[in-house]
């Protein structure tokens, strides 16, 4: 599977961005996707992540982003608004599934795309 991410860019505070990832290739059971940011020198963190019993946020974007998929086309998107310096990351976009029941989940990682958010 291929994980495509798009949509960063740079923009000032308060701003929006909407971030999308298609994924393309062989899809199995989805348990997750999700969207996952990083800074330098520092680990990746969960921004948002969906399931199919519904959606996870960090406390640091609850209320300003908000995380969706069409499930048909097997594209995942964030919309961010309010948008704030701190939010400045490379976005990573995560599929874990599994190839059947009862296997091991396993994830796949997209090839990131840069936020930058100026003040």
């Known amino acids: 599977v291929q994980l495509q991410a798009s949509g960063g860019g740079l923009v000032q505070t308060g701003e929006s961005l909407r971030l999308s990832c298609a994924a393309s290739g062989n899809i199995f059971i989805i348990n997750s996707m999700g969207w996952y940011r990083q800074v330098p020198g520092k680990q990746r963190e969960l921004v948002a992540d969906i399931t199919s019993g519904g959606s996870n946020y960090a406390d640091s974007v609850k209320g300003r982003f908000t995380i969706s998929r069409d499930v048909a086309n097997y594209t995942l998107y964030l919309q961010m608004n309010s948008l704030k310096p701190e939010d400045t990351a490379v976005y990573y976009c995560?599929?874990?599934?599994?190839?059947?029941?009862?296997?091991?989940?396993?994830?796949?990682w997209g090839q990131g795309t840069q936020v930058t958010v100026s003040s």
């Open positions: 995560n599929l874990n599934q599994r190839r059947d029941w009862g296997q091991i989940p396993y994830d796949t």
